[in-house]
């Protein structure tokens, strides 16, 4: 009954379906491998102390930045120099911008430090010298931006002085020596006051990309169930297939329907 399993046409058949169950169950599984490692990558993350509650620790041990660096306090020691104003950033809940100073290292390398926020457009609000002379700052590491980060702004076209994404590969243009791969945010801003009355507020360290349950983490879950679901359509039709062959055979062998008419079914179903 089952010898048509034999012919060429249902050779390809059975190919098709042993190359594409496979095939599914390994993506199914991969897409289900990434969503247990962003879980696992959340749990790290929460069980990690506050940034201010860790002590602070030379830049360069904590270079290159990853899930475990991020957010830790950093510290280096430089002359502050060229400015740039990072506009479009909110913070509770209000637009505002950034105000950045690259802090030139004994080595020649800047490292591009977060002085603070202020509300409003840049060029339209007054912004507090940075200190003068050799400083030292502490502040919390963070990785480059790139164009997944919320508030980065890709459509270029900004005025002189503004930068649309906190990056190395965006400031090595704008500065005549080399960048830091990463950035920090201070958190003690030596600003007396609100930012209301100009004074720059800190801004929060954020949890490195990837770390947390977001929109892509039940994504990678719902593309691993999509998978599975490729995988048993594919082999419930190849069973239907099956069926109706066998049942198509059985009928011409019982004399219920001419053999003409069988395989003219079986090739329409």
Not at 31 to 38: K, V
Request: aromatic share 10%; net charge negative; glycine share 10%.
């Amino acid at each position: 009954m089952y010898r048509f399993l034999l012919t060429p046409r249902w050779w390809g058949i059975n190919l098709f379906a042993v190359l594409a169950i496979p095939l599914c169950v390994f993506m199914g599984t991969w897409q289900l491998g990434r969503f247990e490692d962003r879980v696992q990558s959340h749990e790290q993350a929460a069980k990690q102390p506050a940034p201010g509650a860790r002590a602070a620790k030379p830049l360069d041990d904590l270079l290159p930045v990853d899930t475990v660096t991020s957010g830790r306090p950093a510290t280096a020691t430089g002359r502050y120099a060229d400015q740039f104003l990072v506009p479009g950033r909110e913070l509770d809940d209000k637009s505002g911008f950034y105000v950045l100073n690259m802090l030139r290292t004994d080595d020649g390398k800047a490292l591009p430090v977060v002085r603070g926020w202020l509300p409003g457009r840049p060029g339209h609000t007054p912004v507090p010298a940075a200190p003068a002379g050799e400083v030292t700052v502490t502040g919390d590491l963070q990785a480059s931006e790139n164009t997944g980060t919320d508030g980065v702004d890709t459509a270029g076209g900004l005025p002189d002085g503004q930068l649309g994404m906190i990056s190395a590969a965006s400031l090595v243009n704008l500065v005549p020596y080399d960048v830091y791969d990463a950035w920090v945010t201070l958190q003690d801003t030596d600003s007396d006051g609100d930012a209301e009355d100009g004074a720059l507020r800190p801004v929060p360290a954020v949890a490195p990309q990837g770390s947390g349950l977001d929109l892509k983490a039940f994504q990678n879950l719902g593309y691993t169930g999509e998978w599975f679901v490729f995988a048993a359509f594919v082999l419930f039709m190849w069973f239907r297939l099956v069926r109706r062959e066998a049942e198509a055979a059985r009928d011409v062998r019982l004399g219920l329907v001419p053999d003409t008419d069988a395989d003219a079914g079986t090739r329409t179903a």
